[in-house]
């Protein structure tokens, strides 16, 4: 299965601290992508990388990608309690639109 | 972004009934949908690829004819669950696939995903 693991499974930290997420995956893909869900809740895309980068940022958000390792992380600047919620990595494969998640980490953010 | 919206929210059904689940994209016009399942603090898990004007894509170990997928407009997509039992309740999430060209180089692929339907079957 291509699904890929996330580690840690779950992340509890001090409000204004970092918390750093990391994805690994099992085949090449074309990109990898960062989604939101808050509990009972759907998900927010919040940004894709594909395989030619190796960083991107948005806002407090930094991701990087090292397709010789097959890991991804996320990194989260600066953090609020508003972040609290699960965070899964998406691979997507060439020529398939398909998405395949990772298992999740599980983050709260401690006032 | 881009909005996408399923109905109901969440439904509440007895043993052996149907259930309809529609999603809808509202702002872009969609020829791919997919259907997720998702267990309680799991990750998702893709059911099917529903692409319009054609039959569905499903994934191994999904029942088609449990799940009934119909894309009849590049806007709505429907899962059905047939005779409904309580190993099916789940929390059903749809996506919707928003592909642009930019330029020649250049293009956007991102799914926007629907906030979910809590189905529990009694």
């Known amino acids: 299965s291509q699904q890929g693991e996330e580690d840690p499974q779950a992340l509890s930290i001090q409000e204004g601290e970092n918390a750093t997420m990391n994805c690994s995956y099992k085949?090449?893909?074309?990109?990898l992508q960062w989604y939101r869900q808050n509990s009972g809740r759907g998900l927010v895309h919040l940004i894709l990388i594909r395989s030619n980068e190796r960083e991107k940022h948005s806002g407090r958000l930094r991701v990087t990608l090292d397709t010789s390792k097959k890991s991804s992380s996320l990194l989260i600047t600066a953090s609020r309690a508003a972040d609290t919620a699960s965070y899964f990595c998406a691979t997507e494969v060439f020529g398939n639109e398909k998405l395949t998640f990772g298992t999740g980490t599980r983050l709260t953010i401690i006032p | 972004g881009a909005v996408v919206s399923q109905h109901p929210s969440w439904v509440i059904c007895k043993s052996g009934t149907s259930v309809k689940i529609e999603c809808r994209s509202l702002d872009f016009q969609a020829t791919t949908m997919f259907w997720y399942r998702q267990f309680p603090k799991q990750s998702l898990m893709l059911m099917a690829t529903s692409n319009e004007g054609s039959k569905a894509t499903y994934e191994q170990g999904v029942e088609k004819d449990k799940f009934l997928i119909n894309h009849a407009s590049l806007t709505l997509s429907t899962l059905t669950v047939t005779s409904a039992h309580p190993e099916d309740s789940s929390f059903y999430i749809c996506s919707a696939r928003d592909f642009r060209v930019i330029t020649a180089e250049n293009y956007t692929d991102t799914q926007y995903f629907g906030p979910g339907t809590r189905l529990t079957v009694l």
């Open positions: 085949t090449s893909i074309n990109n």
